[in-house]
């Protein structure tokens, strides 16, 4: 029996009550991130904001709003996919996480993306993307597909990036649109490898044909 669902419901009890940064000084809830556990694309944002913080859900505010319509771009649904950020707590006045709020958060992320083993990871601002490009810009590479050890990962702008600058408005839209040609892709190359040489993501794409999605929602 799958026990992903257990086993994330219990690393999200372990993030409300994590003392590891500054961050929890300051916390109403913590946002361990929601979603489909079996999903084949992971968004991974960068902290919670105000709403986030008041509800423990992720992206609920204005760049929920925008995010909920560039999945509908995409052709996906939110309740399809998981989201999450680098961050599970807010930093105060929305500032920018520091380096050790990211070290301490970093092993939270490495097991949701272990327990979820996505097939196209999208990040979702520079600090996401600092995970596997941590000295590329964003505007240069986002909306590009990049194979990192194994996995495609895909940067994008921050949907919040387009409240403050909407001349990035159709930018971001044109980004996520592409998003199933990347979904594509990764299948296709699962089904082209060799047997013995089969990627780890073979064993993930498995996964999502034979079960069904199972939501982590923990309100």
């Not at 500054?22 to 105000?50: A, D, T, W, Y």
């Not at 105060?92 to 097991?111: I, Q």
Request: with cysteine; glycine share 6%.
């Amino acid at each position: 029996m799958d026990d992903s669902y257990e086993k994330m419901t219990q690393l999200a009890q372990q993030i409300a009550v994590c003392e590891k940064c500054q961050l929890h000084l300051s916390r109403k809830k913590s946002v361990p991130g929601e979603g489909n556990i079996h999903s084949k694309i992971l968004f991974i944002g960068e902290g919670p904001g105000l709403n986030e913080n008041e509800t423990g859900r992720p992206f609920v505010g204005q760049a929920g709003n925008f995010l909920n319509e560039l999945l509908s771009t995409a052709k996906l649904k939110r309740q399809d996919v998981f989201i999450t950020n680098v961050v599970k707590c807010r930093p105060p006045a929305n500032r920018d996480p520091l380096p050790e709020e990211l070290t301490a958060c970093s092993s939270f992320l490495d097991e949701q993306i272990r327990l979820i083993d996505p097939l196209v990871i999208v990040t979702l601002g520079r600090f996401s993307m600092g995970r596997y490009f941590p000295l590329a810009r964003i505007s240069s590479i986002h909306g590009k597909g990049h194979w990192v050890d194994g996995r495609m990962i895909v940067p994008m702008f921050h949907p919040a990036a387009a409240l403050h600058q909407p001349n990035l408005r159709d930018s971001i839209m044109h980004d996520f649109a592409l998003l199933p040609t990347y979904i594509h892709e990764v299948e296709e190359k699962i089904t082209a490898e060799p047997v013995e040489n089969a990627n780890p993501a073979s064993e993930a794409a498995e996964k999502k044909e034979a079960t069904d999605g199972v939501q982590l929602s923990l309100f």
